[in-house]
C-alpha cells in the first residue's frame, strides 16, 4: 500500500509540474504579443523604423499618446459614447436574448418550432447591406443617431439558439413547482430562470460587449456627425488623418511630418483594449460551472 500510495503522489506531482509548465508557457506565449504592443507604444518612431518593435524601448517616448490626447475633450466623449452604448446595449441585449430563448424552448409554447426555424433561417441567409441602409436611412431615419448604434448589434440569432440550448439544462421541476405556488411566466423568467443562466448569461455578454466595444462598421455606414463617434471609429479617422498627411507631403515633395505612425498605432491598440480588459477577471469564474447543480433534490 505504502508502495502504491507512493506511486501515486509521484504520478499526481509529474502530472502537476507538466501542466503548471505548460500552463505558464501558454499564458507567456499570450502575454508577450500585449507586452511587445505596450513597449511600441512608448518607443520614438524613428527607432521603431530603424530597428523594429522591442519589448523595452531603447528611446522611450511619449509622442504617440501626446497625438492621441491632443483633443482629450473628443476623446473623452468618444469614450464616454463607447461605455455607453456597451452598458446599455449589452443589458438590453441578454434581457432579449434570454427571453427569446426561454420562450422558444418552452414545451408548452406550440410555435416554438416554428419560431426556431425562422430564427435559424436569418442565419443562413440575409438581406444585404443595400436593403439594410435603405431600412435605416430612407425608412427609420435613424442615421447619425445614438439609437442606430444601440439597435443594429442588439439581437444575434446565435446567442438566441445558445441561450435556448443552455435553458433546456433546467430541470422542469422548477418551473412547474413555481406554477403550482402561483407564480406567473414572467415572474418566474425574471426570478428563477435569470438566476440560473448566469453562466450563459456572463459568456454571451462578454461576446456582446466586445462587439459594442469594438463596433466601428455602422459608425462608417451611418454616422457622419464628429460628435456621434464612437472609440473605435474615433481612433480609426485618426490613423487614416495622419497617412493621409504623409501622403500628402511625399506626392507634394514636401518634408515629411514627423508623425507617429507605428507608434501611433500601438498606442490607439492600449487605449482601445485596456479598458475591456478588466472585463474578464468579473465574469471568468462563470465559465467553468453551471448554478444548476443540486437545485432540485429528487
Known sequence: ????????????????????SWVTLVAVI?????????????????????????LIPKQFSLDAYRFIFEYPEDIIRAY?????LTAIGTS????????????????????????????????????GLVPLYILVVNYLKLNNTFWVLLLLPMI?????????????????????????????????FIRLILPLCKPALATIGLFVALAYWNDWY????????????????????????VDALKIVAEK?????????????KMALTMVVTGPI??????IQRYFVKGLTIGAVKG
Open 30 to 54: 499570450c502575454v508577450l504579443p500585449f507586452l511587445l504592443i505596450l513597449g511600441g507604444s512608448f518607443t520614438k518612431e524613428s527607432e521603431i523604423v530603424l530597428e523594429g518593435f522591442k
Open 92 to 127: 438590453l441585449s441578454l434581457f432579449f436574448i434570454s427571453m427569446s430563448g426561454y420562450v422558444i424552448q418552452r414545451t408548452d409554447f406550440k410555435w416554438r418550432n416554428i419560431f426556431s426555424f425562422i430564427f435559424y433561417f436569418t442565419t443562413l441567409f440575409s438581406g
Open 252 to 264: 507634394s515633395g514636401n518634408k515629411v511630418p514627423d508623425l507617429p505612425g507605428e507608434g501611433l
Open 80 to 84: 464616454g459614447l463607447t461605455v455607453s
Open 218 to 241: 455602422y459608425s462608417l455606414l451611418f454616422i457622419s456627425d464628429q460628435k456621434l463617434y464612437p472609440l473605435q471609429y474615433y481612433l480609426y479617422k485618426i490613423i487614416g488623418n
Open 1 to 20: 500500500m505504502n508502495a502504491n500510495n507512493k506511486k501515486i503522489r509521484m504520478d499526481q506531482l509529474v502530472l502537476a509540474v507538466v501542466s503548471y
Open 156 to 188: 444575434n440569432v446565435f446567442y438566441i439558439l445558445v441561450m435556448k440550448s443552455f435553458m433546456r439544462s433546467i430541470p422542469a421541476a422548477i418551473t412547474e413547482s413555481a406554477k403550482i405556488d402561483g407564480a406567473g411566466d414572467f415572474t418566474i
Open 277 to 282: 480588459i478588466f472585463l474578464y477577471p468579473f
